[in-house]
């Protein structure tokens, strides 16, 4: 079982924070998906502020469209 998403918060463009369950927390730099297919859609004023976990799947998502895995933003703490 993975961690799980539990806080999510905008920090900036492209870049959000995230704390897990199991009390990793950190910064992910999303700047590569910008002006990607959907990811487009951060282009638009205060989309990417609405930044929120899913509670279905607990995907880090910003609308029904515009989600990421969860497991993959957790590898990604660190990283950046």
Known sequence: MFAIPIKVKAIEPYKIWVAFDDGKEGFVD???????GIFNEWNKEGIFDKVYIN???????WNEEIELCPNSVYQKIGRN
């Open 30 to 36: 999303l700047s590569n998906l910008k002006n990607k």
């Open 55 to 61: 509670s279905e799947t607990y995907a880090i998502a």
